[in-house]
């Protein structure tokens, strides 16, 4: 999306770290701390998985219990009667659109 808006034109400056994302350099410095950033993201999933796995042998984490949800799934479609969008019902719940979504499938 960076390398996008600087193809369009757009000039995308990062002004804490005080870097200039425009031109080929630009460019070359995006794409090289987008990879890292990927590398971490991949390696704190892996940490997660490793504690979870080894939580679970331990018994001591078992996850979210089957049939739980993480709102109401009536009072959603309630509200859906009433005329909200599932924007305002995610935030009346206190859940995310996409649950929102799947209460009202």
């Not at 350099?25 to 590398?39: Q, S």
Request: hydrophobic share 35%; glycine share 10%; proline share 2%.
């Amino acid at each position: 999306m960076l390398c996008e808006w600087c193809d369009k034109g757009l000039r995308v400056v990062s002004v804490t770290q005080q870097i200039d994302f425009n031109g080929t350099v630009g460019k070359m410095l995006a794409a090289v701390l987008l990879g890292i950033a990927e590398m971490e993201q991949e390696t704190r999933r892996e940490r997660q998985r490793a504690g979870i796995a080894l939580a679970k042998r331990k018994g001591v984490y078992k996850g979210r219990q089957p049939g739980t949800t993480k709102g109401d799934p009536e009072r959603a479609r309630t509200l859906h009667a009433k005329g909200n969008d599932v924007a305002e019902i995610a935030r009346a719940l206190g859940t995310s659109e996409r649950t929102v979504r799947r209460y009202l499938a």
